[in-house]
């Protein structure tokens, strides 16, 4: 069954020290990506708070908690637009400890919370890992699952989203520049396309941009439908992605007559990919 | 430890039925392949027999012992050569069964049959599936893992050969053109570059070329190194695919200061992938 939902993926430059900003960022994303129609929209990781922390004690200063000031406008936001929203979020939990966590908001109620469980470099020094695998939620345009920036090197994990029957993947991200993009698309492009491919699901990617501290970013964000088909990507600048992409087809795992993405799987096979 | 070695991949064009001239035309892309200096060598899936059977009984007619004239001819080729060479081959077993097998030979040794374990399409009429794992094997040139084009779907089993310690993936393939090819570049590559992006390990893949009763090949060869850099690849025509390639990268899965591709795996949240 085609269920076409119009997609945005924002590409922002958040500022890191600069809640009111990076608040006002999102917010004007957000409002621009449900006057376009967009009824899923997805903003980058640490979209509150930025990325290159001088230290842990400055993330702390800028983490927020779940009725924090950022997941309160995002839910008032959703509400007023009825659209469903998924951001990344510098998040402090109740007692004291720092996640890396993307929020999926359906309509102004918060649905979820995934605190990445696949922490990239410094952030090891600032985070705590999240201990639960990633959540499919149902929402109002589908299945949502969630992966965060580093954890989508871990086709695992991108799996078992799949398995428990997401739509599409939305992948709040932060990809700094490390070495020299690969050509002709950077490597987290691909393996959004592959993720796609290989899981028959749709993924929506929002990376950040903007010079921060000496860091530079991918801008890998893009928009993937079912069969791995980059319907729209952007490297340089801010930027909203928009795509009309059909949900539908990720319910229907069959490829042609006797194969099926899922049911082909052999997880006797596989068995290895357990130990530690 | 920088270990470059040449890498070829034959992209060839077998006719179904010409037993004899896809020997020789295997035959004249190992010869060529060891003049250029390549140290590993790998042919299509099914390079002895074609693709597009009428029927099974066609394919049993075409199938060969691992005694056959064709691994025979590879074993004198790669003693000759010093090489090691990934071919696909329409195997006939002991007990009559065919399967779509890949086999390493390293200097005139048969070091491993792979029978491949996720069968595409009208495969499923004609092989019966293998029931074990692809292997990691050790050869002259390191460790060489293996895995047949519709496997490549599957991220679990070709994490499986990172985790054996596969310092390449070897992929004989053969990739029907269902759809038009993505851009910019097939999936099949994306996906390759994918594979080793999050594995770090090196890919060699080797797609098939020509017209054969109604199809026509994708061409997705390509030799990728293990940050998932293409570095050469070729969509059209009969090619022969060649790369100076460091299969030592692969060894060290150290990514930066604080992260390893393969130590920040969290098996315990995989779990639901074993589920059948």
Same mark, same amino acid.
């Given at each position: 069954m085609n269920r076409a939902v119009k997609v945005a993926c924002a590409q922002v430059a958040p500022i890191?020290?600069?809640?009111?900003?990076?608040?006002a960022r999102?917010?004007?994303?957000?409002?621009?990506?449900?006057a376009a129609g967009a009824r899923l929209i997805v903003l980058p990781e640490l979209c509150n708070s930025g990325y290159v922390f001088a230290d842990a004690e400055e993330a702390r200063g800028l983490a927020e908690p779940l009725d924090g000031p950022s997941v309160t406008e995002w839910r008032a936001l959703t509400r007023a637009g009825g659209v469903v929203l998924v951001a990344g979020l510098c998040e402090l939990a109740d007692d004291g400890t720092l996640f890396n966590s993307a929020v999926v908001i359906d309509g102004g109620e918060l649905l979820g919370v995934y605190r990445k469980t696949h922490l990239w470099d410094a952030e090891k020094l600032v985070f705590t890992p999240? !201990? +639960?695998?990633?959540?499919?939620?149902e929402t109002a345009i589908g299945r949502v699952g969630?992966?965060?920036?580093y954890d989508t090197c871990f086709p695992e994990l991108l799996r078992g989203l799949a398995l428990e029957g997401a739509d599409v993947i939305a992948v709040p991200t932060n990809s700094p520049i490390l070495t020299p993009p690969l050509e002709p698309l950077p490597i987290e492009l691909m393996m959004a396309s592959a993720t796609a491919h290989v899981n028959h699901v749709c993924v929506a990617q929002a990376d950040r941009?903007?010079?921060?501290?000496?860091?530079?970013?991918?801008?890998?964000?893009g928009i993937v439908d !079912? +069969?791995?088909?980059?319907?729209?990507?952007?490297?340089?600048g801010e930027t909203l992605l928009l795509a009309e992409v059909d949900l539908g087809a990720a319910?229907?795992?069959?490829?042609?007559?006797r194969n099926d993405a899922l049911a082909d799987r052999r997880p006797e096979l596989y068995e290895l990919n357990l130990r530690g």
């Open positions: 890191v020290g600069d809640a009111e900003g990076n608040r999102a917010r004007e994303a957000i409002h621009s990506a449900i999240g !201990a +639960v695998s990633p959540p499919v939620i969630v992966a965060i920036c941009t903007g010079h921060e501290r000496g860091v530079d970013w991918v801008g890998a964000s !079912a +069969v791995g088909r980059l319907l729209t990507a952007k490297a340089d319910r229907d795992k069959r490829l042609g007559e």
